[in-house]
């Protein structure tokens, strides 16, 4: 199928340019834009995956998270920076 499209000259002057270098023609870049972009899923339902997944891995993470041994990193600056107060 022929395609007529209205683009700015200087695009289409560097995309043909780069072509060119590339060895490639115009209507190939085209072609594989056009497939690159049919083959992205919607963002809705990169969404939906993406909260799939979470739904899936949260109840991993939590049977897997066990209380850390000992102080936090946290009481152990707190206590460090206790000890810089009192000289």
Same mark, same amino acid.
Not at 4 to 18: E, G, Q
Not at 19 to 36: F, Q, S
């Given at each position: 199928?022929?395609?007529?499209? !209205? #683009?700015? !000259?200087? *695009?289409?002057?560097? &995309?043909?340019?780069? @072509?060119? =270098?590339? $060895?490639? @023609? &115009?209507? /190939? #870049?085209? /072609?594989?834009?056009? %497939?690159?972009?049919? @083959?992205?899923?919607?963002?809705? /339902? +990169?969404? %939906?995956?993406?909260?799939a997944w979470l739904e899936r891995w949260m109840p991993i993470a939590r %049977? +897997?998270?066990?209380?850390? /041994? $000992?102080?936090?990193? +946290?009481? *152990?600056?707190? !206590?460090? %920076?206790?000890?810089?107060? =009192?000289?």
């Amino acid at each position: 199928m022929k395609v007529t499209s !209205d #683009i700015p !000259d200087d *695009l289409y002057r560097t &995309v043909k340019a780069k @072509a060119a =270098h590339e $060895g490639r @023609a &115009v209507r /190939e #870049i085209t /072609e594989a834009l056009y %497939r690159a972009y049919v @083959a992205v899923p919607d963002a809705v /339902e +990169r969404l %939906r995956d993406g909260e799939a997944w979470l739904e899936r891995w949260m109840p991993i993470a939590r %049977r +897997r998270a066990v209380p850390p /041994e $000992g102080p936090s990193a +946290r009481e *152990l600056l707190e !206590d460090d %920076r206790g000890r810089l107060d =009192h000289r």
